[in-house]
């Protein structure tokens, strides 16, 4: 049977309108956007309009829009281009622990040259608490980072007032990443109040290898790829023109369909989640309210998480145990554990998330595939934990 696809947090499938607004630059604008010639003014005709279009789908103006080669370079421009920026005034910089990694592996390098990193906790939900970044303030914080939803458990986070607060305790500049957002919540840069805001192209049914950073006029930061002047002179090298156009055509496609793409995949993702906690020893992580349309995340007890995606990639159902960018580590996540969740629980991590192709026979499916391989891999767990009893020297039934 057809594979079903829950696994869209990580990526998305390109769309076919995506693909044929992308083939013609392979062809007819394959120009250098820098060159002076016919057929580099073509290229960056091309590329001009993929600026307005992606500035217009988040209330902004083109000559703010930059483009990356993903959300990972247009997160890593806003954290340490601003980071670096601002270092003449103040060494302080901000976030919570449950940011994507691309933010906090940056926090992390900074660290090497002198700043001084803060992660503010979270609560059971992955939310920061606006005091508690209050508290964090000080004159010297030069940039806070706030995601507007996280990656791995959906949660919405309250970005708005968490803004509202920094606003109010300093003069620092403000980082929203929004790659994971960005498909189902309506962005207006102009009335969150950040300063940078970063997505992903394939995310967003898009192409892989295109993303964009949105810089607030008159915010400077310091670019981190050195060249040529492409990108008003803070992204060097030569743009991806197609994987552009790739890009603005889905923002394009999403912001005009998001209401009732939102609605649709609410209504499988609820009844996808309510299966699943119907099992025993299985719990919803992340908000039960304020969170993504599309993200459905959960604990299981007495399951290895990846031998439940495991399992079910052999049933033909692809999902995760969390950020795609992190598949492959032994460590438990660092999103789970930040909220509270002990090692062992956390490992125990599920991940389901929908798109907009997902379908009623699709979840029918899925409702009784999930809960066969859960009940298979804690069959195999609880036989190899009798298997290991008398090596422990504990007599199985005593």
Not at 51 to 63: K, L
Not at 143 to 148: G, K, N, P, T
Not at 279 to 303: I, K, M, Q
Request: hydrophobic share 45%; net charge negative; charged share 20%.
């Amino acid at each position: 049977m057809t594979p079903i696809y829950l696994d869209h947090a990580a990526t998305t499938p390109p769309r076919s309108e995506v693909i044929e607004a992308m083939l013609p630059v392979f062809s007819q604008a394959w120009g250098n956007p820098s060159s002076p010639h016919a057929a580099g003014r073509a290229a960056r005709a091309v590329l001009d309009g993929a600026h307005e279009q992606v500035a217009a789908a988040i209330g902004a103006e083109s000559r703010a829009v930059v483009f990356t080669s993903g959300g990972t370079e247009a997160i890593n421009l806003a954290v340490k281009g601003a980071a670096w920026a601002g270092k003449a005034t103040g060494h302080r910089i901000v976030t919570s622990a449950v940011e994507h990694d691309a933010v906090l592996n940056a926090f992390r390098h900074l660290e090497k040259f002198g700043f001084e990193t803060l992660m503010l906790p979270v609560d059971r939900y992955g939310r920061l608490d606006p005091d508690d970044l209050a508290r964090a303030l000080t004159e010297k914080t030069v940039l806070v980072s706030l995601q507007l939803a996280n990656n791995e458990v959906g949660t919405v986070g309250p970005t708005e007032e968490l803004i509202a607060r920094v606003r109010a305790g300093c003069r620092a500049l403000i980082h929203v990443d929004a790659v994971q957002a960005a498909p189902w919540l309506s962005i207006d840069v102009g009335a969150l109040g950040a300063d940078l805001l970063s997505i992903a192209g394939h995310k967003l049914e898009g192409p892989k290898g295109i993303g964009a950073l949105w810089i607030r006029r008159g915010v400077a930061i310091l670019p981190q790829q050195h060249g040529g002047s492409q990108e008003r002179y803070r992204r060097a090298g030569t743009e991806h023109v197609a994987g552009a156009v790739g890009m603005a055509r889905a923002l394009q496609l999403i912001v005009a369909e998001r209401p009732a793409t939102a609605e649709h995949v609410r209504g499988l993702r609820d009844r996808l989640a309510d299966a699943i906690l119907a099992l025993p020893g299985v719990e919803l992580t992340g908000h039960p309210r304020e969170r993504l349309p599309n993200h459905a995340s959960f604990v299981v007890r007495d399951a290895e998480g990846e031998a439940i995606t495991v399992a079910l990639d052999l049933d033909g159902l692809c999902c995760s145990t969390g950020s795609a960018c992190a598949s492959g580590s032994t460590d438990a996540s660092h999103v789970l554990t930040a909220m509270g969740f002990p090692h062992d629980e956390a490992r125990g991590a599920l991940r389901l998330t929908l798109g907009r192709t997902t379908t009623a026979g699709e979840i029918d499916r899925a409702v009784t595939l999930i809960p066969a391989a859960i009940e298979r891999v804690r069959a195999g767990h609880a036989e190899l934990l009798r298997a290991r009893l008398p090596a422990l020297g504990v007599v199985a039934g005593g």
